[in-house]
């Protein structure tokens, strides 16, 4: 995988709210609205994570869910070799969005380490803005391209045709992405598909969560990937809406807020086609 890594220790430190303290929740949205992601600790078992999402969001259900609506997320050893399923083994995870293929992709991602891998399964982390900027730098026409409605397929048979970057009303973008079988690019962007991966690439900060750690995140502005990893990993995911305002997506970079963009608001890409 190419990245260019940023020391794990900073970028957690960077983004690091003690949830314990009595406004914590004030502070964690105001940073959410700021850069989007926030790392935790202390969450040491289940009712720990449980606790703290349910401060923050409204949990969704998740078809691997438990009844708590939190998702353990580990190698089962029998999901990996299915397609969409690659987050239930050992293997590389590509940069993705959670719920991709849905109509209304979750706001909110937090995920918790219960038990490291005794080697591998790094996170990787990609802020959708920076991500941007670097595709207008780099490949303008690639990320035009990205605009444009209807030019990707997430899903299987009742995925969703939708498009890598979606204008809001308020001039915001948010992003939504998936990288494996269950992707399939209209002609229009396959070309841009090397750019883009390569902006994901160089804008990758790595971070190594021990037991107790974990990080929250605004789905439609941050991808997320994974080492491959050995031996047993565990962790907690809650996916929700969140309990307090929360801007969707990001504010382009104002050199790139001027790219030209369908005016079809972000509503047109509702719907699926097969």
């Known amino acids: 995988m190419l990245d260019t890594p940023r020391d794990s220790e900073t970028l957690f430190a960077d983004h690091y709210v003690d949830v314990r303290s009595p406004h ?11 850069t989007g992601l926030v790392t935790l600790d202390g969450l040491v078992n289940r009712q720990h994570v449980l606790g703290v999402a349910s401060r923050l969001m409204t949990i969704t259900p998740h078809p691997h869910a438990a009844h708590d609506r939190l998702t353990l997320i580990h190698d089962t050893g029998s999901h990996a070799h299915r397609a969409g399923f690659a987050g239930l083994g050992s293997g590389e995870l590509r940069a993705h969005t959670e719920g991709s293929s849905t109509l209304t992709p979750p706001r909110l991602m937090l995920l918790v380490c219960l038990q490291p891998a005794p080697a591998g399964g790094e996170t990787l982390l990609a802020d959708g803005r920076a991500v941007h900027w670097s595709l207008t730098r780099e490949s303008r026409d690639a990320v035009i391209a990205l605009y444009q409605p209807r030019t990707v397929y997430f899903g299987a048979g009742t995925g969703h045709a939708t498009r890598v970057f979606t204008p809001e009303v308020d001039g915001r973008v ?25 902006a994901i690439a160089i804008n990758q900060q790595r971070l190594t969560l021990q037991a107790g750690q974990g990080y929250l995140l605004d789905n439609h502005r941050w991808l997320h990937a994974r080492t491959r990893f050995t031996g047993d990993r565990r962790l907690l995911r809650a996916l929700g809406t969140p309990l307090f305002r929360l ?22 890409s509702h719907s699926p086609r097969r």
């Open 24 to 34: 914590a929740r004030g502070v964690i949205a105001t940073q959410l609205r700021r």
């Open 247 to 268: 801007p969707d997506g990001f504010a382009p970079h104002p050199a790139a807020a001027a790219l030209p963009r369908p005016s079809e608001p972000a509503s047109g």
């Open 174 to 198: 948010s992003i939504r992405l998936r990288q494996d079988g269950l992707a399939r690019w209209s002609p229009i962007v396959q070309p841009c598909l090397p750019a883009l991966r390569q």
